[in-house]
């Protein structure tokens, strides 16, 4: 049987080397990337019903918009994956944590239809959160 050696460019493996060494740095920037995205169409689509269609005045503050954030990029429980979260931090003022308050309006209750600006937003974000990962992905890894 034949025996066949490849050896590989000595520019390319250094490039490899060095995305290894920063493979972390790289992947947290995509992910803040794609976070910052999928941050500002939550705040949009929250701002588009919060207040909106009640029976009542609204009785709105701001505390909801103001406490939607996005956390820093950590790792999975078993060190494995990293992830970024956006969501909502803290409780409101009248005591109700914030992420609550945010599963009432998208889910609604007794008396309060349902107002879905999670879900509406999540499947039509996907696409614009992938490419904003994508270009990050590309600008980072082109520096190498």
């Known amino acids: 049987m034949a025996d066949v050696s490849v050896k590989m460019p000595e520019e390319f493996m250094k490039r490899l080397a060095t995305i290894g060494e920063r493979q972390d740095e790289i992947v947290a920037s995509a992910l803040e990337a794609g976070a910052e995205v999928l941050e500002k169409r939550m ?3 929250l701002s588009s019903v919060v207040g909106k269609g009640t029976k009542y005045d609204s009785r709105s503050t701001g505390e909801l918009l ?8 950590g790792r999975d429980l078993k060190g494995q994956n990293s992830n970024i979260k956006v969501g909502f931090a803290e409780y409101h003022s009248g005591g109700m944590s914030n ?3 945010a599963n009432i309006i ?3 209750k007794s008396g309060q239809p349902p107002k879905p600006f999670v879900k509406a937003m999540k499947s039509s974000a ?3 959160v992938e490419t904003a990962m994508r270009q990050k992905l590309e ?3 082109s520096k190498i």
Not at 66 to 73: D, F, I, N, Q, R
């Open 43 to 45: 705040r949009s689509a």
């Open 66 to 73: 103001s406490a939607l954030g996005t956390s820093p990029v």
């Open 99 to 101: 992420a609550m308050l």
């Open 106 to 108: 998208e889910y609604g």
């Open 126 to 128: 996907k696409a614009e």
């Open 139 to 141: 600008e980072e890894l």
